[in-house]
């Protein structure tokens, strides 16, 4: 029983995850913008705003996308995993 549940709900808790990550990853995209812009061995340097946006919107972009899948990969799983009771 409990592998076919990893079975069933191995791939939503996959796409939870990962979503989480990313909108962790985005709302720090700032921080993580001006340490990939950093020059080596520069101790003042400026970064665009639209590397803070990229590194910002993308990845909060790809987080709801994941856990819009998470939802419905889950809701088919557990439908699933309801008619085989």
């Given at each position: ?51 803070i ?33």
């Open positions: 029983m409990k592998n076919k549940i990893t079975e069933l709900f191995g791939i939503p808790i996959a796409f939870l995850f990962l979503g989480v990550l990313f909108l962790i990853s985005g709302a720090n995209g700032e921080g993580l913008a001006t340490t990939f812009s950093r020059p080596s061995g520069a101790s003042s340097w400026t970064t665009e705003g639209s590397t946006d990229a590194f910002t919107f993308i990845p909060i972009i790809l987080g709801v996308s994941f856990l819009i899948l998470f939802v419905s990969t889950f809701s088919i799983s557990f439908n699933k995993w309801q008619k085989s009771r």
